[in-house]
């Protein structure tokens, strides 16, 4: 039964923290570091939320979830209630709750934030899937009736994965293609386990599979069946949702010495191959003392802080802006400071180092300072003359994005690509320029979020159930 | 999940093959590919070349030389076993044309990969020499399949053991003299073995290709641990080779980047050898 709040009394519950492992602990293990609520908790910051009329979270939300929908039965203590809620609009809660960048989105537009902090829509999004999972009582949905259309969703991240869910349930037969061993693309390879553990991925994957989802790993497309031949098996439409899995470097004399990684390789051992593991797992990892990361989002924090959980004594992360303009979540650099990461901004390297073994051993450096803004609003870093200086380092990581994998676009004529090898897509439909093929997610944005590429397999899933049930005869 | 159907040791047990079901991929294959294996859920992810396909039967052939844990613990298996993952093919096939007169030298396991890009030659029309050779007469592979592959034969060992007694490359240079009608060399063997021949045929200014085995992880593009330097670009080797001009190879850098891993190689391979006496 919902209580009613009485006015005035909300700034008294402040917004619940989440119990973490502390900092000297966690930078030993792998694990998760948030605990994530106890039900005392979650029913407490439910009780935060306002309920607004005209609810901004909602908008806030690249996927529409009915928040104070949720909110509200999380308060009344049906959380299985909850998490059928938060289904209705997201079926992936237990990662969403884990890695979307709330504070730029519900959280943001939250009326209570104007003059408090907002509700933690994150953290109870997380309890509520977490309490599901525990609980068992995953529910199977109703499917539609068959259809008789069949679907291929090339790639198994997050837009494939949501595109598969929403598509099995309206009753098409739905075959997700993934190029690793596993499924789950940037949840599985990029993101470390102590920031989502890899059993909660395989869980939502367990769930597509329960629906009926057909998934076939070790599947390059491109290679060993193309677009094109997808058809010709029968499929009559086929989603690409490849992500932006081509490492970008710096382009500096020495960035192929030993001990230079990309991010993507350095992650991909670290998570998919569970090198941290190493010899129990047979892939190998190198295990710097000293070691420097090269970028500032999300993906320079979970590097570096695998690599102070891998053992190394120093960890910096180097940057040519300044911290304002470090793209990671401020949740992501508050975690990094705590395990003791150090932060060299305005600072870029300009060649590298190495011994006769050809492994790193340093780098120069030169100092940045910012000028006039560039095209993406930044104010552009521009090298100080002179200041060029020296650091020592035995292992880096180059984190300063990712571009488009050509391997699948480069297979598939009539896909019309951008100037940077991105495929060319409605952003309301994903429809791309070939018939019968949408395309979604980072392979048409760039890098962007979880829940961002979980929005374009949704509104594929849409537009791609409206042409198979329209005959798939017009083209767009 | 993929079986094993068939299994064959060769060169004092140093090599192995396997003749494997994977229909897919023998479907698609071409002269020059390679697939990625992970021999078990705990396994690497090593790449491995294709020595032949058989569309009918749906199989893949691959041939790999013992040289750590994954390639021991391959060994180990047998007919009617599984490979839990075989992704492939992968890289860009070898562009094979009708040129006149092509050489293909294959040294050690290189031959394995050699042997298919021979036949291909060969059935484009040219005149092909191939050239394979080995340490010692027992560690030669596929002579008889080499002989058919190709119109001239020779084979070398580095003791005398068999045919020229010598390198590949000492033969090489001979054709080289006599002959100035070669179009083509192909080269295909140790990292040492091609950067020789690299040099040497430079000398003569014959285009020269080269296959690479640099170590990947996931060889579809993602990871750049296969990048090598190419006429000082870097390049990744799964997706922009894994064959490339051997005059504008970095070969120094390749080998120190093969070695990365030489000491977790060893401490793996000690503890699996360790755990499984034969």
Same mark, same amino acid.
């Given at each position: ?101 709330? &504070? ?34 995953? &529910? ?21 994965? $949501? ?40 869980? &939502? /994957? ?26 010709? &098996? ?14 970008? @470097? ?101 060649? @590298? ?99 961002? +590429? ?23 | ?68 844990? *994954? ?29 006149? $007169? ?17 036949? +291909? ?25 080499? *002989? ?36 083509? /060399? ?68 390749? /080998? ?23």
């Amino acid at each position: 039964m919902a209580e009613e709040k009485p006015k005035g009394k909300r700034e008294k519950v402040p917004r619940q923290e989440m119990a973490e492992q502390k900092p000297e602990d966690r930078t030993r293990n792998f694990n998760e570091v948030p605990f994530g609520y106890s039900p005392e908790q979650a029913r407490l910051e439910a009780s935060r939320c306002l309920q607004c009329k005209k609810p901004k979270c909602i908008d806030g939300c690249p996927v529409e979830i009915d928040i104070p929908g949720f909110i509200q039965l999380i308060h009344d203590g049906d959380f299985i209630g909850a998490a059928r809620k938060l289904k209705e609009k997201n079926s992936l809660p237990a990662i969403c709750g884990r890695v979307c960048p709330q &504070e730029d989105q519900c959280e943001k537009v939250c009326i209570l934030g104007k003059k408090d902090e907002p509700v933690a829509v994150g953290r109870l999004e997380r309890f509520v899937a977490d309490w599901e999972r525990a609980q068992g009582e995953i &529910e199977i949905p109703s499917k539609d009736p068959p259809t008789g259309k069949r679907v291929a969703v090339v790639g198994s991240g997050p837009a494939g994965l $949501t595109l598969a869910g929403d598509l099995i349930k309206k009753g098409h037969a739905v075959t997700v293609f993934e190029a690793l061993h596993k499924t789950g693309g940037v949840l599985v390879y990029g993101i470390p386990e102590f920031r989502l553990p890899k059993a909660i991925v395989q869980a &939502e /994957v367990d769930y597509l599979a329960k629906l009926g989802v057909e998934i076939k790993v070790d599947n390059v497309i491109g290679r060993i069946r193309t677009v094109d031949e997808l058809f010709e &098996e029968g499929y009559h439409a086929v989603f690409v949702g490849i992500g932006a899995g081509l490492p970008l @470097f710096m382009g500096i004399p020495g960035e192929n010495f030993c001990g230079i990684y990309s991010a993507n390789e350095y992650l991909t051992r670290s998570n998919l191959m569970k090198a941290y593991l190493f010899p129990e797992y047979d892939t190998p990892i190198a295990r710097g003392k000293n070691v420097a990361v090269f970028g500032a989002g999300n993906v320079s924090m979970d590097s570096a802080r695998t690599a102070l959980r891998l053992g190394a004594e120093k960890v910096r992360i180097v940057y040519r802006r300044s911290r304002v303009e470090m793209p990671a979540r401020i949740e992501e650099i508050q975690r990094a400071e705590e395990e003791g990461v150090e932060f060299h901004l305005l600072t870029t390297p300009t060649r @590298f180092f190495g011994d006769d073994n050809g492994w790193v051993t340093g780098m120069e450096c030169i100092r940045m300072e910012l000028g006039e803004p560039d095209e993406s609003g930044r104010r552009r870093p521009v090298p100080i003359k002179g200041s060029e200086f020296s650091m020592e380092c035995d292992l880096a990581v180059v984190a300063i994005g990712a571009g488009a994998n050509p391997l699948l676009p480069n297979t598939t004529p009539g896909l019309e690509l951008n100037k940077r090898g991105y495929i060319v897509a409605d952003l309301e439909t994903g429809k791309t320029t070939k018939k019968g093929v949408w395309a979604g997610g980072d392979i048409v944005t760039g890098s962007a979020t979880v829940i961002s +590429a979980m929005g374009a397999g949704r509104q594929a899933a849409n537009c791609i159930h409206d042409y198979l049930m329209g005959g798939g005869k017009t083209w767009p | 999940m993929f079986k094993i159907v068939s299994k064959r040791e060769m060169a004092e047990r140093t090599v192995c093959e396997f003749d494997i079901v994977a229909p897919d991929i023998a479907r698609k294959a071409k002269p020059g590919q390679f697939v990625v294996i992970r021999a078990n859920e705990t396994g690497e992810r090593i790449p491995l070349t294709m020595a032949g396909t058989d569309t009918e039967a749906g199989t893949i052939k691959i041939i790999f030389q013992v040289v750590g844990k *994954t390639t021991a613990l391959l060994r180990s298996f047998g007919e009617g076993d599984e490979i839990t993952d075989i992704i492939g093919p992968l890289g860009i096939p070898t562009h094979v044309e009708n040129l006149g $007169t092509v050489i293909c030298v294959g040294g050690g396991t290189g031959v394995a990969v050699m042997y298919p890009i021979t036949k +291909a030659y060969k059935e484009a029309g040219n005149h092909v020499i191939a050239i394979i050779g080995a340490r010692t007469k027992d560690l030669l592979i596929l002579e008889d399949e080499m *002989t058919a592959a190709s119109h001239d034969l020779r084979v070398t060992t580095d003791d005398g053991s068999y045919g020229h007694h010598g390198f590949v490359t000492d033969v090489l240079k001979q054709i080289l003299d006599e002959r100035d009608d070669v179009t083509l /060399v192909v080269g295909i063997g140790p990292v040492p073995m091609m950067k020789f021949l690299c040099k040497m045929t430079k000398e003569y200014d014959v285009k020269t290709m080269v296959s690479l085995n640099p170590i990947m992880v996931d060889a579809t593009g993602m990871c750049g641990a296969c990048r090598v330097s190419v006429g000082g670009r870097t390049r990744f080797c799964c997706v922009d080779g894994p064959e490339f001009d051997g005059h504008q190879v970095d070969f120094e850098e390749l /080998v120190k980047r093969q070695r990365a891993y030489l000491t977790e190689e060893k401490a793996s391979l000690d503890r699996f050898t360790e755990q499984n006496p034969e």
